[in-house]
């Protein structure tokens, strides 16, 4: 049996912490939301990061299978785009006027992404579905959005719901949450809310937390596009979490169909602070129209980072690289589960795998081994969708299955 | 006379941008909001930024008074905040846990701005305004806000207007919006609105566009305090443009009164990548209750930057000289005008200047000097607020002063 971590300095660190940050560390990534379980299991701080790894601040390793909620993609410090990112930085970031990188960045994106004629970009995931709602308002002259259950689109308030904190019921009032996958109910939706639908907003596929991850039904997004097209509704597809994991050219194109506005944070510059939307011609003018932009969003320095990232994921075909090291640990896990008697689900795509034991509806038999896992060194969290990197060598993925199944040994002694 | 500029590669790569980019430069950087003039006058792209100068794509130097709308604050490129930047990108930037850099940069803004007892971080400046509004809502369970007309407090639909784009009007009904500095408005609305105002939302002074900026009347700010203790309404201090250039303190301090909720950006980093909502201990908790975050909102780097930027803003006392350096500017440009028989009014805080030839109600004349003066090498704007940086030296500013003056006699000639 292996040692297990302790983390006396993360939790003297985060005891500090309390004093002057609300929550220690908010967010998904504090012990709150991130962990869902006894937060003694997990570390709280990082000390370093490199490839496939992070270290923590009692110095444990781990292989990280979260990559900082997605951004890590080629692997932490990864050369290539940091060489790039310093050669920028030299030059000039955040100065009064944009540099060209700005010009060539977008070029990529449009040659790059599918549905792309152009690119606008932020700094968060949310800046950019705010953008896309704002346009898609602008351009029909509509109020209501369609969503799915089990949405995350961001945390401005017309994101959020109606029961969360500082949230009015004017922020929300206009959004309909329709099930996922249900074709009848958006019929029915598009039927009762005629000319009034401005756009149908979704993840690629059903991607939310505490559940198994759905992919989408066959014909379902074909459908989606169909009755966007008749009731001149804009498509807007936010692959902040998905994107570049499941298809360079974007994750409508990986399912066979187009979006009119598409969304891009996360991977987009392998950590560096830049967001993206992305849309088809005819609304380039309506995002013109917009009155949005903020203090850092010129600043060049993602910009050149992003270049670096897209052009290596390329070289690499990393969407194909990523599935397939997924694919090869999901195999692994279930496996090892097996020889226990677990039924462990892994869903969603292999490069974005979600993990549930399903022998135990209340989920503690899960969150059980998740937290064995940890505490051997494999980074892993209860009830949130995971993100495969690029640096994530045979030899982690084999490490992680025997950790795995170390954990599993040891819950299943406990049944 | 000085030869004028040229923009034959900027004016290219402006034409290269509109095929892939919205409006090509959106934003206030773009032509159509940055500089509401002829844009033949202005450069569009950077090519090199260092200290207070930067070089446009054709190669023009410039006396910078923008800073990039007010990040630079030490000058591009202070080699200590860089340095600081630098190290901690080493260790690990956007990791899956956050870094104890973060509680040392809430350590450091508990310490140096008076009314923060906490500080929480996000990336734009429109991100802190939002968790403030949000926290005041959930603290008070009230959805109005009293704003002051000539108001910027970001992009969220929130703080936009009713006939802005994609705007719906259950974005901004909660908004009231008074006249600035007018203690019988704000009374009467206070009576009016009895136990339904959340916050009052406002920069520390008018430093709106368009109009000479006003300071705050004497006793304004009392006032403002008084009423919001007798409602139980949270003062929230929007100090993203101001902050650190009035008072490290924060901009609230430097009137003499405290604020429940303030925020930062711009120059809190020297341009890295973040903003901050700092306040008081009894809305700590509410803080904890939202449900906010982002991508790279844990990124160190920035943090790292924070802390090197503050401690040399305290180390050279930077607000006083800012303002130093803002007066003998004001004072010169002044004089200069004089010369030719124009009356330039210069408002607003020296360090935030406000510019405007007062001698022309169409603000043509004024805009044709800013023109002049930037085709010869200083970056003024027409109509916003202009920024101060340490690293103008007593040169630029006698170099500022010779240009406005030839600007100033070409204006004169054409009355």
Same mark, same amino acid.
């Given at each position: 049996?292996?040692?297990?971590?302790?983390?006396?300095?993360?939790?003297?660190?985060?005891?500090?912490?309390? %004093?002057?940050?609300?929550?220690?560390?908010?967010?998904?990534?504090?012990?709150?939301?991130?962990?869902?379980?006894?937060?003694?299991?997990?570390?709280?701080?990082?000390?370093?990061?490199?490839?496939?790894?992070?270290?923590?601040?009692?110095?444990? *390793?781990?292989?990280?299978?979260?990559?900082?909620?997605?951004?890590?993609?080629?692997?932490?410090?990864?050369?290539?785009?940091?060489?790039?990112?310093?050669?920028?930085?030299?030059? =000039?970031?955040?100065?009064?006027?944009?540099?060209?990188?700005?010009?060539?960045?977008?070029?990529?994106?449009?040659?790059?992404?599918?549905?792309?004629?152009?690119?606008?970009?932020?700094?968060? =995931?949310?800046?950019?579905?705010?953008?896309?709602?704002?346009?898609?308002?602008?351009?029909?002259?509509?109020? %209501?959005?369609?969503?799915?259950?089990?949405?995350?689109?961001?945390?401005?308030?017309?994101?959020?719901?109606?029961?969360?904190?500082?949230?009015?019921?004017?922020?929300?009032?206009?959004?309909?949450?329709?099930?996922?996958?249900?074709?009848?109910?958006?019929?029915?939706?598009?039927?009762?809310?005629?000319?009034?639908?401005?756009?149908?907003?979704?993840?690629?596929?059903?991607? #939310?937390?505490?559940?198994?991850?759905?992919?989408?039904?066959? =014909?379902?997004?074909?459908?989606?596009?169909?009755?966007?097209?008749?009731?001149?509704?804009?498509?807007?597809?936010?692959?902040?979490?998905?994107?570049?994991?499941?298809?360079?050219?974007?994750?409508?194109?990986?399912?066979?169909?187009?979006?009119?506005?598409?969304?891009?944070? %996360?991977?987009?510059?392998? #950590?560096?602070?830049?967001?993206? &939307?992305? =849309? %088809?011609?005819?609304?380039?003018?309506?995002?013109?129209?917009?009155?949005?932009?903020?203090?850092?969003?010129?600043?060049?320095?993602?910009?050149?980072?992003?270049?670096?990232?897209?052009?290596?994921?390329?070289?690499?075909?990393?969407?194909? &690289?990523?599935?397939?090291?997924?694919?090869?640990?999901?195999?692994? &896990?279930?496996?090892?589960? *097996? *020889?226990?008697?677990?039924?462990?689900?892994?869903?969603?795509?292999?490069?974005?795998?979600?993990?549930?034991?399903?022998?135990?509806?209340?989920?503690?038999?899960?969150?059980?081994?998740?937290?064995?896992?940890? *505490?051997?060194?494999?980074?892993?969290?209860?009830?949130?969708?995971?993100?495969?990197?690029?640096?994530?060598?045979?030899?982690?993925?084999?490490?992680?299955?025997?950790?795995?199944?170390?954990?599993?040994?040891?819950?299943?002694?406990?049944?």
């Amino acid at each position: 049996m292996r040692p297990v971590n302790t983390y006396t300095k993360s939790q003297e660190a985060f005891r500090r912490a309390c %004093k002057v940050i609300p929550s220690g560390i908010y967010g998904h990534q504090g012990p709150a939301e991130g962990c869902y379980v006894p937060v003694e299991a997990w570390p709280l701080y990082t000390s370093k990061a490199q490839g496939s790894w992070f270290w923590d601040l009692d110095g444990n *390793k781990y292989i990280d299978y979260m990559c900082a909620y997605g951004p890590n993609i080629l692997g932490y410090n990864d050369p290539d785009v940091d060489e790039a990112a310093a050669k920028q930085r030299a030059i =000039g970031d955040c100065t009064t006027l944009p540099q060209t990188v700005m010009i060539d960045f977008a070029d990529l994106l449009v040659d790059t992404v599918a549905c792309a004629d152009w690119a606008f970009f932020a700094k968060n =995931g949310n800046d950019a579905t705010t953008a896309a709602v704002m346009t898609a308002r602008a351009h029909t002259r509509r109020k %209501k959005l369609i969503m799915f259950k089990g949405y995350y689109h961001g945390v401005s308030p017309w994101t959020q719901k109606i029961d969360y904190a500082g949230v009015l019921e004017e922020d929300v009032v206009n959004n309909i949450v329709l099930p996922w996958n249900d074709v009848a109910a958006l019929e029915q939706c598009f039927a009762e809310n005629k000319g009034q639908i401005a756009a149908v907003v979704s993840q690629p596929y059903m991607h #939310g937390n505490f559940h198994d991850n759905e992919l989408p039904a066959p =014909g379902f997004w074909q459908k989606v596009r169909q009755l966007c097209d008749e009731n001149e509704t804009v498509l807007i597809i936010d692959d902040v979490r998905a994107g570049f994991r499941m298809d360079l050219a974007g994750s409508d194109h990986y399912f066979g169909f187009e979006a009119d506005l598409i969304c891009f944070c %996360k991977a987009l510059a392998n #950590g560096y602070n830049v967001s993206a &939307l992305c =849309g %088809k011609a005819h609304l380039q003018n309506t995002v013109s129209s917009l009155s949005f932009t903020g203090s850092y969003w010129m600043s060049a320095v993602p910009f050149a980072a992003g270049i670096a990232c897209i052009e290596k994921l390329k070289r690499i075909d990393a969407a194909k &690289l990523l599935n397939e090291k997924g694919a090869k640990l999901r195999d692994g &896990l279930v496996a090892a589960g *097996k *020889k226990y008697g677990f039924d462990l689900h892994v869903t969603g795509v292999p490069s974005l795998f979600y993990l549930r034991i399903a022998d135990d509806p209340t989920l503690k038999l899960h969150q059980a081994w998740i937290a064995e896992c940890v *505490k051997r060194g494999v980074f892993f969290t209860t009830h949130h969708n995971h993100f495969i990197n690029a640096a994530l060598s045979d030899q982690d993925i084999a490490e992680t299955i025997e950790i795995a199944d170390e954990a599993f040994s040891i819950v299943a002694n406990r049944r």
